[in-house]
């Protein structure tokens, strides 16, 4: 079992006046000072720590342009000793990163012991002595510390039916357009790869454009360019590739490839730093795989569906039933309604960690095509329950069976069908209250979205990797090939 302490960083908004000023109370800062970076100070920045529903700690510093300075740090003398100002401190760096930060700046009290050790073991660097800078005369040593350099990335997804650009730094994501095709391939009841590379060829550059725009950044300032080599439909594949080639060539910026499925594992990054061993439980329209991860980059498949995955039979059930194009969302929608009074028959499968879903497809497609050869009405809502219940009975019981196994610390579910609600119940209901934390992408970044491809590109720049202009797309490509990176 977790301990009960929930530590949370909230920004200070100007409403939080009162908060601020029962903190500061009978302490040496002025809460009208820190008032004023919350409210006038366009470079200030303030975020308070708190234990449970208790505030226990503030930060707050400025940002200006490419360096930033401390201007006050402080724990509440209770809460001492926790790791709490190391924690304030972190976040602080992520945030620097996240905004483009080179340097970062601090005055420490020369006396103040604790203070500086943890500003050194923070990987700070004493620069020189400023001699009577506190009013009470006492000198202030002047620190320094350098900020990796977070990249700025421009990552391009095309790999299905949504065209996405998006532009990020860390993990800020400045912008993230999505141009989705299902409209167009819903009359056919599923994507028509022909129809899906033509509409990326037609949408991308408006994509790009508005991806520039809306993260007011301009091609020249971009330091790699990512896209999704593959898995996914060839065609589609191609259309991303050749942008990403043709700004690479034009601009001289580097080309990072990435993996589909990593991105839609790493699109968790945006809610949580990953913690190993990790069990990630791909569940796309095109794949369903149990991932083990022991670091970053590192992959092991432990099982995979050995015929549909479960995305796809979501929408080949939702099709037989009469529900459009992608059935995924329809059904979650209907079962919500319904209750699991069809008995359908449990998966089976060899491998221990191994899915499969064909046997319940077909089993749903005869029972509704019988149902309407014998003219009897089909009772939609709990039929899409009853499927519901069985399909994701089977991945959350292999899920459980491998965290159990691989003494996981973290969950992490992707793809598009980590939106799906009875999933995320089922999940939610074993893990709340264990020692594993279990993490869904924020919904907006479930489906193909080009941020998850950013974010898993960040990685890769980090370790060098890099693409020549003659770099192909791979359809069928293997998420353990990042192995060896
Ligand atoms: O990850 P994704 O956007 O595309 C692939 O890379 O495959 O996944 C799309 C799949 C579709 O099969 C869609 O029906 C399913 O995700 N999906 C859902 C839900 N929302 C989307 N499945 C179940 N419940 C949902 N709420």
Redesign the pocket.
Known sequence: MRDNVELKIVEVKAEDEEIIYKFCDGLDYFPSAIMHDVIDNDFGKVFLLYRNDEVVGIIDYWITFDSSTLAMIYIDEKYRRLGYAKKLMNFMFEDLKNEGVKFASLEVREHNLSAKSLYLSLGYEFINVKEQYYKDGEDALYYVKNIEPSPLILAIES????TSIAITRNKKILSNVISSQIEKHRVYGGVMPELASRLHIENILYVLETALKDASVMVEEIDAIAFTRGP?LVGALHVGLEVAKTLSYIYDIPLIPVH??AG?IYANEYVTELKFPLLAVV?????SELVIMRDHLQFDIIGRTVDD???????KV?RVMGLP?????????LAKKGRATYKLPIPHTQGLYDLSFSGLKTHIINLVNSLNMKGETLNKEDLACSF?EVALAEIVKKVELAAKNFNVKQILV??????????KEMLHNIYDNSRIELFFPPLSL???NAAMIARFAHHLYLKGVHASLDVGVDPNWEITDFNDF
Request: charged fraction near 20%; hydrophobic fraction near 25%.
């Open positions: 790999s299905c039916d949504e996914g589909h499925l839609h569940v796309s329209g095109g794949n995955a479960i995305g796809e039979c979501y929408d939702a194009y992608p059935g995924g969302v329809e059904i979650d929608r519901q992707a793809g598009g069908v980590s939106s799906n609600s009875r999933l479930c489906g193909d």
